[in-house]
């Protein structure tokens, strides 16, 4: 698609629920990343997938967190027994390759609310 | 892991001000980005940078590259409604990841 589109753009869970969050990237875009931004906070990341490498999981705050991208293409980003400190906004990015010389595209993003 | 010192973390000004914020590592960077986020919007690229000392301007934009490769510099010329936003600089050395600074939130009172 013409931009990085991300769905669903606000999801509201109960404490303890598992939510799935998904990033359809830039057609052609072969690194995907995931980032959190907690109200009033910057980026904070995530996970970074570039092509057929094992992915760099090493900002993933705890097992509760994993994310996968198939075909290299589409990601989702899984957050399983959600806490009330999960919620946030979970911004996804891809970039044309992982030298990103011209930065990354951010989709809008997921805001997360657990109740 | 490398760390970005963006400052200041939040200015008020008057519409039609001039406003300037910066970006300080301890790592040495390859590549300086600057980026603006709109409330319920991803950030945006505004500038992009890859040579010590490059200074470009994007507009009333105008960013620097440092020559010690370890800070950069945002201003904004004559500030109008339209650039609230918060302002976030990034960072890259080699083909690493981009290393994003804490945000500098503009406000402007008309």
Known sequence: GAGVSQSPSNKVTEKGKDVELRCDPISGHTALYWYRQSLGQGLEFLIYFQGNSAPDKSGLPSDRFSAERTGGSVSTLTIQRTQQEDSAVYLCASSRDSLANYGYTFGSGTRLTVV | ?110
Do not use: H
């Not at chain 2, 914020?21 to 950030?43: A, H, R, V």
């Open chain 2, 1 to 110: 892991g490398q760390q970005l010192n963006q400052s200041p973390q939040s200015m008020f000004i008057q519409e039609g001000e001039d406003v300037s914020m910066n970006c300080t590592s301890s790592s040495i960077f390859n590549t300086w980005l600057w980026y603006k986020q709109d409330p319920g919007e991803g950030p945006v690229l505004l500038i992009a940078l890859y040579k010590a000392g490059e200074l470009t301007s994007n507009g009333r934009l105008t960013a620097q590259f440092g020559i010690t490769r370890k800070d950069s510099f945002l201003n904004i010329s004559a500030s109008i409604p339209s650039d609230v936003g918060i302002y976030f600089c990034a960072g890259r050395e080699g083909a690493q990841k981009l290393v994003f600074g804490q945000g500098t939130r503009l406000t402007i009172n008309p």
